[in-house]
């Protein structure tokens, strides 16, 4: 396996930065994926990987050695997008073996040997004895299998994955992920998963990088993006959350003038205005009238399978402004109920 590293890349279209000075290090042999809302420029830096584009600025090294001018072959990366077309008049077999029969004579091995080489690939894709099988023949999921396959025929150094699965059902994604999870866990490949589903990434990928408008926002493991959050843009793109614009004074921290009942921890901004972020089920209630806690009244509630979804507007009538938070089945949650509580871990981030 190859690690990767991308340095302080530009990428330009038309003078529109579709990356802004990205630096990231792939580690040899780990499964990263590139997380983020469409435009943020996922693509862009996987195509810039693969050397299908060329930086504006900046240099991508596969290990030691530069290889931001090399061309895409020199690279020798296997790659499978969305829509991977299989080449539908060859067969499942013809199409891996595609990147090396295509080699020229003196680099291409013996037709036995590739032979040999698909049988494996088959195998190892969970799809033996479909060789002779034309694409159409093929589920979404065992085409997308057969896509993987070709990629890692030609023995690639880094696998690049754009949105492999955004074209299948839920099921079949679901199912997929976790065979890719195991796929990549049997051979190692440094690999770099694109997707636009937070789901996906945190439960495929050994580090997610958050991406935003060209930037990346924060590198970490699954546990870091979601519970350590490191801007308010990750906050709110992983996992559900709400805000409220704060004030930080003498120790507490106030909503609309009024005590809210928490104060500012380690790390948090000292004073000023902010905003503070919490997740809807990091919130207790407080019935104790003379505490201080956020107030507000029930707008709607939903029942989920254990529990309660609210949507409370904590807001003045001039100022209305609405959190989601979640609510014990036993409490009362009807519409117009009022309702306070204290957001148990949360987040200040500075205005
Ligand atoms: P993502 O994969 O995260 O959805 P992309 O990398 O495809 O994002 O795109 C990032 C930005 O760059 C977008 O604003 C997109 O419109 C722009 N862009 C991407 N490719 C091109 C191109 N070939 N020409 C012009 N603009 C492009
Ligand atoms: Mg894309």
Do not use: C
């Not at 600025?57 to 299989?86: C, P």
């Not at 439960?203 to 993006?225: F, H, N, P, T, W």
């Not at 407080?286 to 939903?302: C, K």
């Amino acid at each position: 396996a190859m690690d990767v590293s991308v340095r302080n890349i530009r990428k330009e279209f038309d003078r529109y930065p579709a990356l802004n000075d990205v630096s990231l290090d792939i580690r040899s042999g780990e499964l990263i994926a590139l997380l983020g809302p469409s435009g943020s420029g996922k693509t862009t830096l996987l195509r810039l990987i693969a050397g299908l584009e060329q930086p504006t600025l900046g240099s991508i090294f596969f290990g030691e050695e530069d290889a931001s001018h090399k061309s895409v072959q020199e690279r020798h990366v296997g790659f499978v997008f969305q829509h991977y077309a299989l080449f539908r008049h060859m067969t499942v077999a013809d199409n891996i073996a595609f990147g090396l029969t295509v080699r020229t004579r003196s680099e291409r091995p013996p037709k036995a040997e590739i032979r040999r080489r698909v049988e494996e690939l088959l195998d190892m894709v969970h799809l033996s004895g479909l060789g002779k099988r034309y694409p159409n023949q093929l589920s979404g999921g065992q085409r997308q299998r057969v896509a993987l396959a070709r990629a890692m025929a030609i023995e690639p150094r880094v696998l690049l994955l754009d949105e492999p699965f955004g074209a299948l059902d839920a099921k079949v994604r679901k199912e997929l992920r976790r065979w890719l999870r195991e796929f990549h866990d049997r051979t190692g490949h440094t690999t770099v998963f694109v997707t636009h589903d937070q789901e996906e990434a945190l439960e495929l990928a050994d580090r997610v990088v958050v991406m935003s408008q060209g930037k990346i926002e924060q590198v970490g493991s699954s546990d870091d993006v979601y519970d350590r959050p490191n801007s308010p843009f990750v906050f709110s793109f992983i996992g559900d959350s709400a805000s409220l614009p704060v004030t930080v004074e003498e120790g507490g921290i106030r909503f609309e003038g009024k005590e809210t009942g928490i104060a500012p921890g380690a790390g948090d901004i000292a004073a000023g205005e902010g905003t503070l972020f919490f997740r809807p089920q990091d919130v207790a209630l407080v019935t104790d009238p003379a505490a201080p806690a956020l107030e507000g009244r029930v707008a709607t509630s939903r029942r989920l399978a254990g529990t309660r979804i609210a949507d409370i507007d904590v807001g003045t009538p001039e100022r209305p402004h609405h959190v989601e938070i979640e609510v014990p089945l036993d409490a009362n949650a009807a519409g117009g109920a009022s309702i306070r509580f204290r957001p148990t871990r949360w987040k200040l981030f500075g205005a």
